[in-house]
């Protein structure tokens, strides 16, 4: 019987990949990226300048969305996210009177067919527009994302690899510069690659339906008082409601960074959040994930029966680290308070694990409790992760990490290889880059010296040029007498052969 349920789990995966794989190839022909599957698009495409780059054009159909994307991120503008229709040429066109009837009609035409639903989930186009991307605009996005304090892609769902890819490449190019509170006083700051940053993480997923927003839970959360951001998408910003057909399964990452006040920060030290978008039941590789890098996992939960206890009570060895949101009704179900109970249990969790959302539940002291809730865990030495060791963890699962390709892995040694060479800079440089030294600065000053000659020229200056010509000459030889260093054979080699 065991064998027979595996096959049958085994099967269902196989349709849902299918099933999943024809939903991305749906979204990628609506967008018009289908040609983009095997020719990525690169940096380059986004920096020719045409017409049509110059021009501030809102999206008018689905094939319009990744470039209104692309182009918005690209200006760090905060409207990036916005995948709503627009219809402006319709509004611009002044109406007389006799035309009016008929554009009521086209008014109506509008209105049945309804513009909010011919649109997409702004993450279903990013997915698809980052799936469409090479490595180096994937880079680029991420960065400029990150600027726009927009919560970034951790984990992309299963579509062109079998379980999904960690972006740790696409977020090399990221550093960030805080004050954490040990340096307050002193007014000193830490500046650091974010990929190397260790962080305690806390990860927001659901168990089930949630009645609300977890993301915008999770924004108030991070933003400080009195300035909201939406750092995650929510289902009350522009097609925020709009089903997700791609992204179900995304992980986002979203930062939280004190800038050394001790009244305003949030925190006193980084944090990681992590925002597990669809249901755990149905995530249960990237929930597995989660639970491995996660310093605290807080699970929503509308509804506690069998199956969910089943699911939830298997956290035993994960212990004190899971903390439940309950909506109202947990307490109303006396079904749901058995098995609550019965959780608390086996999982060992104290009162302050629970917490309740309640529809009379006031929403900023919510905020606050989770607020405080989190900085608890910032106190302790707990267990603090960058996002090189969230790769190595994706590794053990069999989550395909983008830095292992085989593009990236070569480029990596060539510059390992280059790197490994330099101990100290100025020796390396003065060895290396001989042209560039001493030599390269005399040059440059005769250059120099000899332009600002000017008329009318006296027998003076006449010799006075000719001996800087002759200067020059006899160091443009001194210049020709080196080979080419093993350092720059080195750098030429691999700028020229790799892609
Ligand atoms: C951002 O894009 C929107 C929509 O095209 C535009 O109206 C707005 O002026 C832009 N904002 C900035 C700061 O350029
Ligand atoms: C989103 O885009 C639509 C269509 O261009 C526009 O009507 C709407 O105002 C935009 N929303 C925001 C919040 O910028
Ligand atoms: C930190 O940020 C807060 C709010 O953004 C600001 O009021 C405060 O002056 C900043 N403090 C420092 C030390 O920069």
């Not at 024809?22 to 040609?35: D, P, V």
């Not at 035309?99 to 067919?113: Q, T």
């Not at 951001?229 to 997700?244: A, K, T, V």
């Not at 480029?411 to 330099?422: L, M």
């Amino acid at each position: 019987q065991g064998t027979e349920g595996a096959n049958r789990n085994n099967k269902d995966g196989k349709r849902e990949k299918q099933l999943n794989l024809r939903t991305f190839q749906g979204i990628l022909s609506k967008l018009k990226l289908k040609k983009y599957r095997s020719r990525k698009l690169t940096l380059r495409d986004l920096q020719r300048i045409s017409p049509e780059s110059l021009k501030d054009w809102t999206a008018q159909t689905l094939g319009d969305l990744p470039w209104y994307f692309l182009r918005k991120v690209m200006a760090l503008n905060g409207t990036t996210r916005n995948t709503s229709l627009g219809h402006g040429e319709l509004e611009d066109e002044a109406v007389s009177e006799d035309e009016e009837e008929l554009d009521m009609e086209d008014d109506f035409f509008s209105l049945n067919d309804p513009c909010t639903s011919d649109s997409l989930h702004p993450l279903d186009v990013l997915c698809a527009v980052l799936l469409c991307s090479d490595s180096f605009l994937q880079q680029e996005i991420l960065s400029r994302m990150s600027m726009c304090q927009f919560a970034l892609p951790l984990l992309l769902p299963a579509l062109d690899t079998p379980k999904g890819t960690l972006m740790l490449w696409a977020m090399r190019d990221i550093v960030k510069k805080w004050r954490p509170h040990s340096l307050a006083e002193s007014r000193g700051f830490r500046e650091e690659s974010l990929v190397l940053t260790a962080m305690p993480t806390i990860s927001f997923v659901r168990l089930g339906s949630c009645s609300f927003s977890k993301s915008k839970l999770l924004n108030e959360i991070l933003s400080p008082s009195q300035q909201y951001h939406d750092f995650f998408i929510h289902r009350d910003m522009e097609s925020g409601n709009l089903p997700q057909e791609i992204a179900d399964g995304l992980v986002e990452i979203s930062w939280y960074f004190p800038n050394g006040s001790k009244n305003s920060d949030l925190f006193p030290e980084p944090i990681a959040v992590t925002n597990l978008h669809g249901d755990i039941e149905s995530h249960q590789l990237q929930f597995s994930f989660l639970m491995k890098v996660s310093t605290l996992m807080i699970i929503f939960v509308e509804r506690l029966s069998e199956r969910e206890y089943a699911l939830l009570s298997s956290l035993k060895e994960a212990g004190t680290k899971v903390y439940f949101m309950l909506s109202s009704e947990a307490e109303k179900s006396k079904d749901m308070l058995g098995f609550l109970k019965k959780l608390v249990l086996d999982l060992k969790l104290s009162k302050s694990h629970l917490l309740f959302k309640q529809s009379t539940t006031n929403q900023a002291q919510l905020v606050k409790k989770l607020r405080s809730t989190i900085g608890r865990i910032t106190k302790f030495p707990y267990r603090r992760v960058t996002m090189e060791d969230m790769a190595e963890t994706a590794r053990e699962l069999g989550i395909q990490v983008d830095e292992d390709c085989e593009e990236c892995q070569s480029a990596s040694k060539c510059v390992k290889e280059i790197t490994a060479e330099i101990k100290d800079v100025a020796k390396y440089k003065r060895e290396m880059l001989r042209l560039q030294g001493d030599l390269g600065k005399t040059v440059a000053k005769v250059e120099k010296e000899l332009c600002r000659i000017r008329k009318p020229r006296t027998a003076h200056l006449e010799k006075y040029e000719s001996e800087l010509k002759e200067k020059l000459v006899a160091l443009h030889k001194e210049k020709n007498q080196w080979d080419l260093t093993d350092g720059l054979v080195q750098f030429i080699s691999g700028i020229a052969c790799l892609s």
